[in-house]
């Protein structure tokens, strides 16, 4: 039976499950919604099923291979092949990023079971258990702002938290998991964390992290603002994404403040613009702008991008007293996009102003957007990217993007000791600024030594000097290559895309897949060795860590000391260290795919 066919079945026998009787008192018959992945291991073979979202409906079946994403928020997975009536235990590990709102870092986690699923017995306990360890990489108290479930706190120390739920229910949880904390003082803090890199990383250079929080302090002086919307009217635009696009620009005008100034430039084969230069936000203006808008714009011919960006990055930027901001809105595709982005880089440079042009950028997917392209330029303008997958979130993560950056707290932010060190790389590759709405966070790749403090340095709004002691840590406990990885390999596979460079794109491929899906590496005859002693049955459960011992081998420099490793781990092979390591410890999962 094909993917297709089971799926086919699997819908066609909830279709039918409705129609069950199960008593008054039996669950309620309604078509499931809530989101369900659902997977076969039969022999060897994996059958991949859709899902079914929040939104009902289901997601048609698509090819993939055992571990990746088939489609947006779809995956699989593997279950092995049980006999009948034992009980199965299935534990699963996922990245999630947390949404930032305010100043409090919001998770929700799906902990709804539906009704179809429920098990018809009244009398059998249930038990619903939820533990949660936070560790914010600061050195500040967390504070819980918002939970779902009634949490115990289990333990509270400088930048980490423990809270527990346990209960025994009537029957299981109909409610997501959803927790808020915040961990920001008044005025902006942040931090240089250190990392080693996994043993399966193909990059093996050391990891740091550095971030700033905004803080809670409203009461800094505004940034006066010079802000250019470039809105895209070609025909792929029309409807929907043109029209949400409209209301949040029109949105956006009515919060500028007195003092800023503004332009629309709207574009598809022809460049249409509100007036030939910036016009001060006051009240009539917008209003004027805003009726232009709405009575002008009409969706329709293709896209030339060059030269409306040429147009707005001219009109900005020429007293230095303001803060450039540029935000496109587009979702097709144009011919000369490398064309563009090495005209950006010739642009959007400091030409002795003291701020500097920022470029942001939303676009909704279409079939022929590159988004390497519009990521591309958004690092290079020091800007943000975001986009939406689908029409019904346009407007949300349009407005928050624009609220985002209409919100700066520190400008040209630079970090010191960078210099210093033997080779980094940055992850965008230009730092953007702080935003009031957004924590800035920046990782990176480096070889050499950090002090034990660093200083970020900014420029408010006043043009005076920013300037935060910065502690660099270096910590154990938090999965940087995790943490980290999309944003390095967005930046790498753009970069890569650009420079139309083979090794960085391979570099960025390698750095996609998942661990488990490499071998370690390890050099050839240690690789035989291992696979032929594997094999061997043992009886030793063990002590110490597979990983760690790894790692540590990884690091010997000595040839005699490293054969000894060597012989030792054929021995612990032998004995099937590694099966028992992969059962009791996290940490070393990967390594026995």
């Not at 059958?47 to 088939?70: C, E, I, N, V």
């Amino acid at each position: 039976m094909t993917a297709d066919e089971f799926s086919k079945s699997v819908d066609t026998g909830l279709k039918l499950s409705q129609r069950i009787y199960y008593g008054k008192d039996g669950p309620p018959m309604q078509a499931p919604k809530p989101r369900v992945a659902r997977a076969l291991r039969n022999g060897k073979r994996m059958l991949r099923l859709p899902y079914r979202d929040s939104h009902g409906g289901a997601d048609q079946a698509t090819k993939a291979k055992d571990g990746f994403m088939m489609k947006r928020n779809t995956y699989t997975f593997k279950i092995p092949q049980v006999e009948g009536g034992s009980i199965m235990n299935v534990k699963v590990s996922w990245s999630q990023k947390m949404l930032y709102q305010g100043d409090e870092f919001c998770l929700s986690v799906p902990f709804t079971f539906p009704s179809y699923v429920l098990p018809l017995e009244k009398t059998i306990p249930k038990i619903e258990k939820v533990s949660l360890n936070v560790n914010s990489g600061t050195e500040t108290m967390i504070t819980c702002r918002f939970a779902s479930h009634p949490l115990k706190e289990m333990q509270q120390e400088a930048g980490e938290a423990s809270f527990l739920y346990e209960a025994e229910v009537l029957k299981w949880s109909t409610q997501d998991f959803c927790f808020a904390y915040s961990v920001c003082s008044n005025e902006v803090i942040g931090g240089l964390l250190l990392q080693r890199p996994p043993l399966y990383d193909f990059d093996q250079r050391d990891i740091f992290c550095f971030y700033l929080f905004p803080g809670t302090n409203k009461d800094n002086k505004v940034y006066r603002k010079e802000m250019i919307f470039l809105l895209d009217i070609s025909g792929s635009m029309r409807n929907a994404p043109l029209e949400k696009s409209k209301y949040a620009i029109t949105t956006s005008l009515s919060k500028l403040n007195h003092g800023d100034s503004f332009n629309i430039i709207a574009f598809n084969e022809d460049i249409r613009s509100f007036s030939s230069s910036l016009e001060l936000a006051t009240e009539e203006t917008v209003t004027n702008a805003t009726e232009w808008i709405w009575g002008n714009l009409v969706a329709e011919g293709g896209t030339n991008l060059m030269s409306p960006l040429k147009q707005a990055i001219d009109m900005v930027g020429k007293t230095g007293e303001s803060i450039p901001l540029i935000f496109l809105i587009t979702d097709g595709t144009v011919e000369d996009e490398r064309d563009i982005c090495n005209m950006i880089k010739c642009s959007l440079v400091d030409g002795g102003h003291e701020f500097s042009a920022n470029l942001h950028i939303f676009h909704r997917s279409g079939s022929y957007c590159n988004q390497y392209f519009l990521r591309m330029l958004a690092y290079i303008g020091r800007g943000y990217y975001d986009a939406a997958h689908d029409i019904d979130s346009i407007s949300d993560r349009m407005q928050q993007l624009l609220d985002n950056a209409l919100s700066p707290m520190l400008a040209n932010v630079t970090v010191d000791g960078l210099e210093n060190l033997k080779s980094h790389e940055l992850y965008p590759s230009r730092i953007p600024d702080l935003l009031s709405g957004s924590p800035l966070i920046v990782s990176g790749r480096y070889q050499g030594k950090f002090p034990d403090f660093v200083k970020a340095r900014g420029l408010l709004a006043d043009l005076s000097t920013y300037v935060i002691d910065i502690k660099v840590r270096q910590i154990t406990d938090i999965q940087f290559d995790r943490i980290c990885a999309r944003m390095e390999v967005d930046t790498l596979t753009a970069h890569a895309w650009l420079d139309q460079n083979t090794q960085m794109e391979e570099k960025a491929t390698a750095e996609n897949l998942p661990p488990g899906i490499e071998d370690v590496k390890l050099n050839e005859a240690v690789k035989m060795v291992m696979k032929a002693a594997s094999t061997c049955y043992g009886f030793m459960a063990s002590w110490g860590c597979w990983r760690c011992l790894m790692q540590a081998w990884s690091q010997v420099q000595n040839d005699q000391c490293a054969l000894a490793i060597a012989q030792l781990c054929t021995a612990l092979a032998c004995l099937e260290f590694l099966d028992c390591c992969c059962d009791l410890c996290d940490s070393c999962i990967d390594l026995c795919q």
